[in-house]
């Protein structure tokens, strides 16, 4: 099925960066691979995830791999690899070598693999990585089992380090994570930090828009609020101005802009299974059957005849980033 994907209007990055709305085709559900939330344990020490059991089982991770979607191709090439370039020096043809840190099962990983030589995708959880490996069609990608804190790879070895939607995990290890980026960087090299925050769902007639968001939000802030390893409501102002860059990196950018993606309700259905706050009341309460519930109010909502598969929706996201430079 083939999706649209918007990048809209005004990008904010420490002032005002304009930008004229961009249209993409992507071969994927448009929930499949766009937000990437909490997945990856890689991203803090391995006291903290690893042994909580988030994202480490087989069955999470094929969830994962089949509803998370991918970051947007013009955010990754427009502003994150126009920006690596400009710090690197090179203007023309594919970088060198890139991070991918909590790379789940791939799906940034996958983007930024069109731009670079070689891709090494690092992730905590063996069930993720498997997952990536099995579903992996691109020659340039190798993945390895590690931690953000601790990357498996050589000092000044990498012109890149991305971290896409989950750097919210780290809120007290993210200096130290930032050392570690700043030990495997070449000089000059780039550190690409980006994320989406939680959908909002659009309609034609506001009213039901109105329903559908505050819906979505009564499951997402309410039942799942307790059920998330992080605090689901304060992204923006993490990335937006808590989240410190240290002294050894140079020229730090911030942007904030919004995406639209359009999908079947079928599809925003398992992309709210793969959420860690949905696995975990799963876990703690499996007699409990939240989501055919949810479905099927949802569609009443839309006021609908269709199915699930068949109905589509479009939804709205923020979308944060930091870019920053290692010290030459």
């Known amino acids: 099925m083939m999706l649209t994907s918007q990048v809209c209007r005004r990008f904010h990055c420490l002032g005002t960066f304009e930008w004229q709305c ?82 789940g099962s791939g799906q940034a990983t996958e983007v ?11 992730d905590a959880s063996e069930s993720q990585i498997t997952e990536a490996k099995r579903a992996n069609t691109t020659g340039n990608i190798e993945y390895r089992c590690g931690f953000a804190n601790s990357l498996p790879v050589s000092d000044n070895s990498v012109n890149l380090v991305t971290c896409f939607q989950a750097a919210h995990y780290m809120d007290l290890d993210f200096t130290k994570f930032c050392h570690e980026v700043s030990r495997v960087l070449t000089k000059n090299g780039c550190l690409a930090i980006y994320t989406m ?5 659009i309609h034609a007639d ?19 609020k307790d059920y998330f ?35 079947t309700v079928a599809d925003f259905i398992g992309f709210i299974t793969s959420l860690s706050g949905y696995q975990k009341h799963l876990r703690e309460h499996p007699e409990q059957d ?39």
């Open 290 to 328: 939240i989501i055919t519930g949810f479905q099927q109010r949802f569609l009443e909502i839309l006021q609908v005849e269709t199915s699930a598969e068949e109905t589509i929706i479009q939804l709205t996201a923020p979308v944060y980033i930091i870019l920053a430079s290692k010290e030459g």
């Open 229 to 263: 390893v992080y605090d689901c409501m304060n992204r923006q102002d993490l990335y937006m101005h808590k989240f410190v860059i240290p002294n050894q990196f140079k020229g730090v950018k911030r942007y904030q802009l919004m995406t639209m993606n359009t999908m």
């Open 197 to 201: 925050d939680k959908h909002d769902i």
């Open 22 to 103: 961009k249209t993409l085709l992507h071969s994927r559900c448009a929930l499949q691979r766009c937000c990437k939330q909490p997945i990856c344990s890689s991203l803090v020490s391995s006291r903290t995830y690893s042994s909580s059991g988030e994202f480490q089982g087989q069955e999470h991770a094929a969830l994962y791999n089949k509803y998370r979607p991918k970051p947007d191709e013009t955010l990754v090439s427009k502003i994150v690899m126009d920006y690596v370039r400009k710090k690197t020096g090179l203007h023309s043809g594919r970088l060198g070598i890139a991070v991918d840190v909590a790379c």
């Open 206 to 224: 506001e009213k039901i828009a109105e329903q559908l968001s505050g819906f979505y939000n009564q499951l997402y802030h309410g039942t799942l």
């Open 112 to 122: 930024v693999a069109g731009h670079l030589n070689k891709v090494i995708g690092v």
